[in-house]
């Protein structure tokens, strides 16, 4: 019973090890927890939480450009992965396979669903007959299977949760379009919702979806200076609608195949949060996307008055609509103040006999732990101000971290400084032969992050082999 | 592209097929279709609309009374479910198996979770410590997998989606009192939400969950007179907590077992709404879970202001919270009225030169087909009370078909009566012996559905046995 007794936080500095940092700050705020099964991960209320409002921000946006929501089933014939050749090689030494099922061998094995492209082009093949029935779009939130053999919760983890949105159209204008129009979203979502910045743009050739014709990313850069891929959108082509035969009627009467676009985010994003607004005293959550925006703490709370005034104030603040938590748990106020750190909890209010004297809270900010205080009167309207600057507070500090670690360079050695060194990202013009990128990575570990949809001119040589560049390229290394 | 041209409904009577006439209803309104793996179903955008809206009720409701969601692995090692023996008896059968992973054999193969007490008994047996960290409150929105050989969409199929709830308490009351609790909200969602009259009452021994204390139930009966069990809770003692090892240090400080719940509904409710409702034109949605609740339809379109009025009045309707839908589309009116009202949307508004005229919509209830006016000022708040009309008038119309077929019943000839012939449940006195029940069902097909908490005392011997009869149980034959 000693561990509710006294505050004991064992987090790793983030100086000393990121990594372990991690861990520690995802373990101990009771994020997530390794499942039994090696690689997969339980993710605890306090994490699902982030998880939740997350798809109650994308679910909205998704909505609002007409897309509908479905579910497929997650069991997919192993010849349907194998009928597009690029798609099969890219997910085939990770799947899992349903071999057995109601006491019997299958005659065919199932493919726990890496992701449902090939689902759902069978089902788009047999729902869309003219071009009356186009655009078709639609998203499900579910759970895939990836077997990775190194994994980190949130990160990398066998099964994970996500929304895959799929979209068929007429032209390929329709197509390009949307998977556009997604990564904007994704934009949105990463930075206006997660506080967290991204850069937008086109992966490499040999970077991109499995069976797309191009793909398009949002690159995020954690604390230790290394990328996160954190969302994907695909203009597959027609490809997978040549192989899957999705065909449709023209206005012209024509057969034609249709333009494809399919795009996620998944529960990764939530490392990501982590890992871009957390600091010693352990996680920072943007006020969007915390479960809890504001603790409440009672301060000397069996003295008059103390609890009755924090449960007022409790009560108003929800019927503001802020997500709020009243600790009245019998522990002492250092204590909790550091649960309420640790677990980045965006604004604390404080309230004592001296607050309720002076008609006021005091107010404590957790990403600059800038102490003042807030009047009672009128309290719901100063919290949401409040709430807002950290919301903006992370933003900006984690645009000025990430800002201050891209570095133009012109060669390799300027590369593997820009990266190794000064861990951050490597901004300069590339070539786009697969041949230098698989060396570069294969020499440093490096990898072509993305082309920005924000182009500029730096030269006109690849900052790795020395050959003509056509394109400007984010180089980092990745988790 | 003929079928867009004019509208063909081959919905089966229900009269003549009510087997037939389900599956019509739910693939031709597009709720749902086949997977491409047997015994699999797709849910499509007009059903899983539906399933939304459950989610929205009962996720409000689970929140309110403490409960968080969570998310847990979907492959749990077999040895696992081997644990506890009723357990496994009762779902190896049905269970689905992942074998080969990542490219290579597994060394212990993983289930598909068809239920996940085994997995959550894990991560409760490391989290939970002492007395203060009790009750624990999970639930989880996920799929699960159960190989059924006999399947019909929604009803019965290899993949559904559900929740799953889990608490554990201090005390065996606590978990009780949960149990009882959650079949409360249950009974809620399925009448006041579905418009689904039920029978809550706690099943047979025979009939409990495998590995349960007891379980606890809904029944519903659907218009063929067949039950539908639409919801269970179960109070599971302490039979899963002595063998995943579940303690905690009391206040006394004694280590003890914890006591334990576990609760789920799932898409099949979709199920239970369509054969509760509909009718020969199609489906017949609640107001609460239609994803359309209004649709509009502009009467000679092209005439001058009509389209613009309809247009306002979508926009109106939507800023007052309704689901509405404007069908501009060019096809005739005809055609119109018999697509939506085989979806089954609960009030069409007609807008045409002569309402606008006279400052009016034609309004036109789903459920009674009754015919009116309403005037387009204050359209709002008229619609929302029909709304309300419609869901009070579909849940009394079920109430009234259902309660007609109860028969109190005294010996087999009239149960088998009751049941076959009149095709509905029978009430009757029961002597709780499991060889009777067996017999009953091998003999008859019937079943026992529960034992209603509203019990009353019909007389002093069984109905099928004629031994001696403590409680009150409704028969019936089940989907």
Known sequence: MAKKEQF?????????????????????TQMVDYGPVKGTMVIRPYGYGVWELIQKELDAR????????????????????????????????????????????LAERLVVRPTSETMICEMFSRWVQSWRDLPMKVNQWCNVVRWEKSTRPFLRTSEFLWQEGHTIHETAEGAEEDALKMLEIYRELAEDVCAMPVFVGQKSESEKFAGAQSTYSMEAMMQDGKALQAGTTHNL??????????????????????????????????????????????????????????????????KEGVLEEARKLEDRLR???IRVKLDDREQSAGWKFNEWEMKGVPLRLEIGPRDLENGQATAVRRDTLEKFTLPLEGLEKAVLETLDKVQQGLYDRARTRRDERIFTVTNLEEMVEAVDVKQGFAKGMWCGDAACEAELKAKTGITTRNMPFEQEHLGDVCCHCGKPATRLMYFGKQY
Chains 1, 2 share one sequence.
């Not at 100086?15 to 700050?25: A, G, I, P």
């Not at 997650?74 to 194998?82: G, H, K, R, T, V």
């Open 8 to 28: 004991v936080s064992h987090i790793t500095p983030r100086s000393e090890d990121f990594s372990r940092w991690y861990t520690d700050v995802i373990l101990q």
């Open 62 to 105: 998704f909505k609002s450009v007409g897309v509908e929501n479905a579910y497929f089933p997650m069991l997919i014939p192993e010849s349907f992965l194998q009928r597009e050749a690029e798609h099969v090689e890219g997910f085939a030494p990770e799947v899992a396979l349903v071999t057995y099922a109601g006491g019997e061998n």
């Open 237 to 302: 082509g027609q490809h997978f609608a040549k192989v899957f035969n999705i065909q449709y009627l023209s206005k012209d009467g024509q057969l034609e195949y249709v333009h494809q676009t399919s795009w996620g985010v998944s529960t990764r994003l939530i490392g990501g949060i982590v890992m871009t607004h957390g600091d010693e005293r352990g996680l920072a959550l943007p006020p969007k996307v915390a479960p809890i925006q504001v603790v409440i703490l009672p301060i000397a709370m069996h």
């Open 319 to 321: 019927k503001a609509g």
